[in-house]
């Protein structure tokens, strides 16, 4: 998979080095290219940004950087990309999410700061693939990037050879709508706190069910909203 991120802050994304997606990155499997929207503006400032057209507070990024990234991306892409930009105002990101765009070719991630991007740079990007405007969740971060980094790394351990154990991704929270079960290593004992007796016997099918049951009761717990309705 490929992933461009667009960005006025490409430092943000070297963490991605030393993460899963950096492992990932030197087996070949995902190929991020970070870009600085400031190497596209042409004059001295490198301005990204203006006054709103109508009026109202904060600043819009302009949209010819944009364009000129955006072109220069699709350039030299060999299939039409899906555009992805972080937003409040944007669909929320879920596991759902994850597994669809961990399907896809080629990913550009658009990183808006200040009040937004100009709409027309959607606009632009919708004629040359698909655009998606996703939202981690509700509440407003400064700026597409935390968004970015956490939506392509979501995404980048769903592509087929990047977790060691496959199995691992099938049992963990929100694949099949339930949260994980608690987990338990050894020592059996430690400070007081034993490991549930059923985990120490060694009987595969009780110790299955005790987990679902866990994993029903903590879902009603934490997140009624996952179960469905009774009502
Ligand atoms: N940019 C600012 N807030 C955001 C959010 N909640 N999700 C995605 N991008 C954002």
Same mark, same amino acid.
């Given at each position: 998979m490929?992933?461009?991120?667009?960005?006025? &802050?490409?430092?943000?994304?070297?963490?991605?080095?030393?993460?899963? @997606? +950096?492992?990932?990155?030197?087996?070949g499997?995902?190929? @991020?290219?970070?870009?600085?929207?400031?190497?596209?503006?042409?004059?001295?400032?490198r301005?990204?940004?203006? #006054?709103?057209?109508?009026?109202?507070?904060?600043?819009?990024?302009? $949209?010819?950087?944009?364009?000129?990234?955006?072109? /220069?991306?699709? !350039?030299?892409?060999? !299939?039409?990309?899906?555009?992805? &930009? $972080?937003?409040?105002?944007?669909?929320?990101?879920?596991?759902? #999410?994850? %597994?669809?765009? /961990? #399907?896809?070719?080629?990913?550009?991630?658009?990183?808006?700061?200040?009040?937004?991007?100009?709409?027309?740079?959607?606009t632009?990007? /919708?004629?040359?693939?698909r *655009?998606?405007?996703?939202?981690?969740?509700?509440? @407003?971060?400064?700026?597409?990037? *935390?968004? =970015?980094?956490?939506?392509?790394?979501?995404?980048?351990?769903?592509?087929?050879?990047?977790?060691?154990?496959?199995?691992?991704?099938?049992?963990?929270?929100?694949?099949?709508?339930?949260l994980?079960?608690?987990?338990?290593?050894? $020592?059996?004992?430690?400070? +007081?706190?034993?490991v549930?007796?059923?985990?120490? =016997?060694?009987?595969?099918?009780?110790? !299955?069910?005790?987990?679902?049951?866990?994993?029903?009761? %903590?879902?009603?717990?934490?997140?009624?909203?996952?179960?469905?309705?009774?009502?």
């Amino acid at each position: 998979m490929r992933v461009d991120v667009v960005t006025i &802050f490409p430092a943000f994304f070297d963490v991605l080095e030393v993460s899963l @997606v +950096g492992k990932a990155r030197g087996s070949g499997l995902l190929d @991020v290219r970070v870009h600085d929207l400031r190497d596209h503006t042409r004059d001295r400032h490198r301005t990204v940004d203006d #006054t709103p057209y109508g009026g109202g507070a904060g600043m819009v990024m302009k $949209p010819e950087p944009w364009g000129e990234a955006i072109d /220069a991306i699709v !350039a030299d892409a060999s !299939a039409a990309p899906i555009f992805v &930009f $972080p937003s409040p105002a944007g669909e929320v990101f879920t596991q759902a #999410t994850a %597994r669809e765009l /961990a #399907t896809a070719e080629h990913l550009v991630f658009g990183c808006g700061r200040y009040e937004g991007i100009d709409e027309r740079v959607f606009t632009y990007a /919708a004629s040359l693939g698909r *655009v998606r405007m996703i939202s981690l969740g509700d509440y @407003v971060l400064n700026g597409g990037e *935390v968004a =970015s980094m956490a939506m392509i790394e979501a995404i980048a351990r769903l592509i087929p050879g990047m977790v060691g154990n496959p199995a691992s991704l099938v049992e963990e929270s929100h694949e099949d709508g339930l949260l994980e079960y608690p987990s338990f290593t050894k $020592p059996a004992s430690w400070r +007081g706190m034993d490991v549930p007796d059923v985990l120490l =016997s060694g009987h595969h099918g009780r110790v !299955a069910q005790w987990r679902h049951a866990q994993r029903v009761e %903590r879902t009603r717990e934490r997140r009624p909203d996952l179960l469905p309705s009774t009502d």
